[in-house]
């Protein structure tokens, strides 16, 4: 029998492991709680659905020694590619991880749906039991991150392996650039709670607008207007609307001086016509919900530094990402939304 030596580094994170499960089982309530539900963790009372998914997230982290932002990002970056219909009904879940059921049960497993983890393995399969039930079960929340977290320690535990393991996975450059922006924006703030919103201008200032999407454009070409004007004075602040890192900045000959940046839902925030920038603020930033990015100004339809071809405003649009493609909407609700929450907190 060919004998098979363990390598030292295996020895010590099976030893973590075994500490952590350990520790974890004698946490007044959580293993009474998971016997109940194996694949939903221990529901505290007042506790939020963002505070149960950064638990199940640091716990799975401790067993595999995977970062959790990174597990946090891959799933965040899965609930904004999965189709509306789908997450409807996944609803009651914590995680948003789908496999598909080549890559959980192997992609030659005659039984597509397979939940046993012995012949799941022998054809190759991802799907793993974290819950020791006996079954790989993809719905289950538990099972379904243990297996994202074991795939990325199959590739290794530096940032350039599970950058190289996503590629694998998704096969799309946009897929790894996406999450990678996720995990530094979790890994600056320490926690996944970061969905709340501020208007772009300061709702002290003075200012206008109306819903202005698809007017007619004519710089150019004849083209549709993709966003909502703001009218305001030159030097007014620009706020960010989000949590978000800061994708694009710089000239555009439409836009003039903007700004561009990407939100935890996968949504980038086009900000155009600014007066200039915050001077500390670059590409690769992270953000918060009212920050100072710029100011209005009347930047644009023109060579780099081209003013007042137009009244100063700020042109905000919004554009979401599904993966494939990325399309823009109309900005006027959720402007209209963020206002008014702004101004119930004066």
């Known amino acids: 029998m060919r004998s098979y030596v363990i390598p030292g580094g295996k020895i010590v994170r099976c030893f973590i492991c075994v500490i952590v499960l350990t520790s974890l089982s004698t946490v007044p309530?959580?293993?009474a709680e998971a016997a109940k539900a194996p694949g939903t963790p221990a529901v505290s009372a007042g506790k939020s659905i963002y505070q149960l998914r950064y638990s199940l997230y640091q716990e799975t982290g401790m067993l595999t020694q995977i970062p959790w932002y990174w597990l946090a990002a891959i799933d965040q970056y899965e609930r904004t590619i999965t189709p509306r219909k789908k997450a409807e009904a996944a609803k009651k879940r914590l995680v948003s991880l789908n496999f598909r059921e080549a890559v959980w049960a192997g992609p030659l497993n005659p039984n597509p749906g397979d939940t046993v983890p012995a012949t799941i393995g022998l054809f190759g399969g991802l799907g793993k039991d974290a819950t020791a039930d006996g079954a790989a079960d993809p719905g289950n929340d538990r099972?379904?991150?243990?297996?994202?977290?074991?795939?990325?320690?199959?590739?290794?535990?530096?940032?350039e392996d599970?950058?190289?393991?996503?590629w694998r996975y998704y096969q799309n450059d946009s897929a790894v650039t996406r999450i990678r922006q996720f995990v530094k924006i979790y890994k600056t703030y320490g926690r996944v709670d970061l969905m709340t919103s501020a208007?772009?201008?300061?709702?002290?200032?003075?200012y206008t607008f109306r819903d202005t999407w698809?007017?007619?454009r004519g710089w150019g070409g004849l083209r549709t207007h993709e966003g909502?004007?703001?009218?305001?004075?030159?030097?007014?602040?620009?706020?960010?609307?989000?949590?978000?890192i800061v994708e694009t900045k710089g000239w555009n000959p439409y836009g003039g001086w903007r700004i561009g940046i990407r939100d935890l839902n996968n949504r980038y925030h086009y900000y155009a016509h600014l007066q200039?920038?915050?001077?500390k603020?670059?590409?690769g930033d992270i953000v918060k919900p009212g920050q100072t990015v710029g100011w209005v100004g009347s930047s644009g339809y023109g060579p780099p530094g081209t003013q007042g071809r137009f009244p100063p405003h700020l042109h905000y649009g919004i554009y979401r990402d599904t993966g494939t493609t990325e399309w823009a909407f109309n900005p006027y609700p959720l402007l209209r939304q963020w206002e008014r929450a702004d101004r119930r907190k004066k």
């Open 29 to 31: 309530g959580l293993g």
């Open 143 to 159: 099972d379904a991150l243990f297996t994202l977290a074991s795939y990325l320690g199959s590739f290794g535990y530096e940032e």
């Open 162 to 166: 599970f950058r190289i393991a996503l």
């Open 199 to 206: 208007f772009p201008l300061p709702v002290s200032s003075v």
């Open 214 to 216: 698809g007017d007619r």
């Open 228 to 244: 909502t004007d703001i009218f305001a004075s030159y030097g007014v602040p620009v706020r960010s609307v989000c949590y978000g």
């Open 276 to 279: 200039g920038y915050e001077k």
């Open 281 to 283: 603020i670059e590409i």
